[in-house]
């Protein structure tokens, strides 16, 4: 009992946490609407992998992904959806830009194949040391990706930190030792799309045209800076098949109709389970509260992009995650009537219905993947928040549920 009590303070001290400190911050950012909401752009560009060996094919593709997220991101434009497909042997780009209905701008934003590029120091400002990191200026070089062969993560053998690995073709080999002889004790930046992504300073001259990039980096940090150097030297042409303008489904006005309606449809649930089942409908009913505002909080901080099948996905977890509590209940039932305590006809009702519950969420979930992985966005949307859902539905409706219960509920027996 004492370690219930725990639980359950616990548990409601990290509720009200979250609905006084962290969901308020949330609740400041909007949700991420998909196209069929806002309305938008769709393009789908084709990749050119003749030139890429068929092992790489994925890598690439996911680089050029990296860089095409990044390049819109600068723009300004929110929550934007890439995605890799692959149909038959080709290989394939699809943007959706929500809320962009110019497309000649969103073509224009995207550009072509990602550039990289080594700049050398332009001028040597004097001042502070800080003067100097705020005035310094990088001038293009003949050095660009398609001279560098391949960048790698590593590990200093005398530190055992991260570092990058480059090395360079032979003709980029003999350039980069230029450079490195010319810019001796100075930084060398490489600029990915126009944007520096790594300053190193060269230490020395570098003849074999194999070069590391050290510092303080973490892990992924220098994974990261390694597939960004990757996709600048793979070259990966991409090329427009295909555009479209996506008018709206619903406006701001109908949106927010749905919202009432949500609203008013989940009262009128926490109102059914308490006529019905009385207080064990109530605390039902608190879990209820704790589902919704932990899916919401996820829907914001991945984010979700919630699209009309997403909303439908939500709404369709939320009748599961009830059901679970409707089926202990009335497994519950019978047990009660024949005189034992409230408190044990439930724990029997929730051995029993646990089987038939978890199998039912779980087959669920592995429907929700399967969707996820093998369909179309819109789709997608759906598979995405119907197994966030029941995922968190399970944890609200069995253990939460559960703990409320054998904490809050007194052990009376029926009548005979």
């Known amino acids: 009992m004492?370690?219930?009590?725990?639980?359950?303070?616990?548990?409601?001290?990290?509720?009200?946490?979250?609905?006084?400190?962290?969901?308020?911050?949330?609740?400041?950012?909007?949700?991420?609407?998909?196209?069929?909401?806002?309305?938008g752009t769709v393009l789908i560009y084709e990749a050119d992998l003749h030139n890429i060996s068929p092992a790489e094919y994925s890598s690439a593709m996911n680089g050029l992904k990296d860089v095409i997220e990044r390049r819109v991101n600068y723009s300004g434009i929110k929550e934007p959806r890439i995605s890799v497909e692959k149909i038959g042997e080709h290989w394939r780009l699809r943007v959706e830009l929500a809320g962009i209905k110019d497309v000649d701008k969103a073509i224009k934003m995207i550009g072509q194949t990602p550039y990289l590029e080594f700049r050398e120091l332009k001028n040597n400002p004097e001042g502070t040391d800080k003067d100097k990191e705020e005035k310094l200026e990088f001038q293009p070089t003949i050095l660009t990706g398609k001279y560098l062969k391949r960048a790698e993560l590593g590990f200093d053998p005398t530190t055992s930190l991260p570092v990058v690995n480059l090395q360079f073709n032979s003709k980029g080999t003999k350039i980069f030792a230029e450079l490195t002889k010319k810019n001796l004790n100075k930084p060398l930046a490489i600029y990915l799309d126009g944007q520096p992504i790594s300053i190193p300073v060269v230490r020395e001259v570098i003849t074999s045209g194999r070069a590391q990039i050290s510092g303080k980096f973490t892990v992924a940090e220098a994974r990261t800076l390694v597939q960004r150097l990757n996709q600048g030297a793979l070259p990966v042409p991409i090329h427009l098949i295909s555009q479209q303008t996506i008018s709206p489904i619903l406006g701001s006005q109908s949106l927010l109709k749905i919202k009432k309606a949500g609203l008013w449809g989940f009262v009128g649930i926490i109102i059914f389970m308490i006529i019905v089942y009385g207080y064990e409908g109530f605390l039902a009913s608190l879990s209820l509260i704790i589902y919704l505002l932990i899916s919401l909080t996820i829907f914001?901080?991945?984010?979700?992009?919630?699209?009309?099948?997403?909303?439908?996905?939500?709404?369709?977890?939320?009748?599961?995650?009830?059901?679970?509590?409707?089926?202990?209940?009335?497994?519950?039932?019978?047990?009660?009537?024949?005189?034992?305590?409230?408190?044990?006809?439930?724990?029997?009702?929730?051995?029993?219905?646990?089987?038939?519950?978890?199998?039912?969420?779980i087959s669920t979930i592995i429907s929700a993947i399967i969707l996820y992985y093998f369909t179309s966005s819109l789709v997608r949307g759906f598979a995405l928040t119907l197994a966030i859902g029941t995922a968190v539905s399970i944890i609200t409706a069995i253990y939460i549920t559960r703990l409320f219960i054998e904490t809050l509920l007194p052990g009376r027996k029926s009548n005979p």
Request: hydrophobic share 50%; aromatic share 12%; charged share 20%.
């Open 2 to 39: 004492k370690k219930n009590v725990i639980l359950l303070a616990l548990v409601l001290g990290g509720a009200v946490l979250m609905f006084l400190f962290i969901y308020p911050r949330f609740s400041q950012k909007d949700f991420s609407y998909g196209l069929d909401i806002y309305g």
């Open 300 to 361: 914001k901080a991945l984010p979700v992009t919630l699209t009309l099948a997403g909303i439908t996905g939500f709404i369709l977890s939320i009748g599961m995650a009830v059901d679970a509590n409707i089926l202990i209940f009335e497994y519950s039932k019978e047990r009660y009537q024949q005189g034992i305590s409230r408190k044990a006809a439930l724990r029997e009702g929730f051995k029993n219905a646990w089987p038939a519950i978890r199998d039912s969420n």
